[in-house]
């Protein structure tokens, strides 16, 4: 079983940057990839960035390209996620989560606890 742990969420002002970091432990091998989720309050949680633990392949919502970089560790302990020019629209609670399938949203299904990410305007 895999265990993930989300750090480094926070307030920040619109415009500024935060890097989380999501702490993976456990059956990590047969992990296929790693991604992050967000939930805003009131609304559903929205699939942001995913990478395969090879580096070969990534997803990016259109919300957050050019702006977010998803990263990991060749030794598969950790996944960053690099979030620039952050907006209002950014802030909700950031999930790490484990995919065995694919990068597709509803093949995610461990997940950590989440950290807390607000923008201020």
């Known amino acids: 079983q895999v265990q993930l742990v989300e750090s480094g969420g926070g307030l920040v002002q619109a415009g500024g940057s935060l890097r989380l970091s999501c702490v993976v432990s456990?059956?990590?091998?047969?992990?296929?990839?790693m991604g992050w989720f967000r939930q805003a309050p009131g609304k559903e949680r929205d699939y942001v960035v995913g990478?395969?633990?090879?580096?070969?392949?990534?997803y990016y919502a259109d919300s957050v390209k050019g702006r977010f970089t998803i990263s990991r560790d060749k030794a598969k302990t950790t996944v960053y996620l690099e979030m620039n020019s952050l907006k209002p629209e950014d802030t909700g609670v950031y999930y790490c989560?484990?995919?065995?399938?694919?990068?597709?949203?509803?093949?995610?299904?461990?997940w950590g606890q989440g950290t807390q990410v607000t923008v201020s305007s």
């Open positions: 990478i395969t633990w090879s580096g070969g392949s990534t």
């Open positions: 989560a484990a995919t065995y399938g694919s990068l597709r949203a509803n093949d995610y299904i461990r």
């Open positions: 456990g059956r990590t091998f047969s992990a296929y990839g």
